[in-house]
């Protein structure tokens, strides 16, 4: 199976950690998209240090993401 960069937040407080993770297999109805850059916004910071209750450990996923060109037909 290919293989992706991510970073995650493993804990509230804790630091940013660079990992690498199996590439999921699109379901019905998805799309798989090669992401060449991927910057950090307001939200993902305040996850990282613990201020949004309920938000996923160790995946936090970030909103903010730079892609090729995509064509979907």
Not at 53 to 59: H, V
């Amino acid at each position: 199976m290919a293989s992706m960069r991510a970073v995650v937040v493993p804990e509230p407080g804790g630091d940013f950690e660079l990992v690498t993770r199996d590439v999921p297999e699109p379901g019905p109805e998805e799309a798989l998209v090669r992401v060449h850059a991927c910057g950090v916004c307001h939200s993902d910071l305040l996850a990282k240090v613990g201020a949004i209750p309920g938000a996923p450990y160790p995946d936090r996923k970030s909103t903010r993401l730079n892609s090729s060109h995509i064509t979907i037909s």
